[in-house]
């Protein structure tokens, strides 16, 4: 597969992961006690961790020549 046709399919994947993932915070945001400190802690996590597994996405959409 070309690198182009990679990119091409990996930011559809990303796309789809990322709409995925939004859905699934923000039902477990509504699961939160209404409490600040536990949004204190869940929004700082959730913000960062979508990065995590789209490492080796990003990383398959790099290789080539």
Avoid: E, H, Q
Avoid at 15 to 34: C, E, G, K, N, S
Avoid at 50 to 57: E, F, K, M, Q, R
């Amino acid at each position: 597969m070309t690198r182009r046709a990679r990119t091409l399919v990996g930011s559809f994947a990303i796309l789809a992961f990322l709409t995925v993932y939004v859905l699934a915070a923000i039902a477990v945001a509504d699961l939160l006690p209404p409490k600040p400190w536990a949004w204190v802690l869940y929004y700082p996590i959730v913000g960062t961790a979508w990065g995590l597994p789209l490492i080796p996405l990003l990383s398959w959409m790099d290789k080539g020549r």
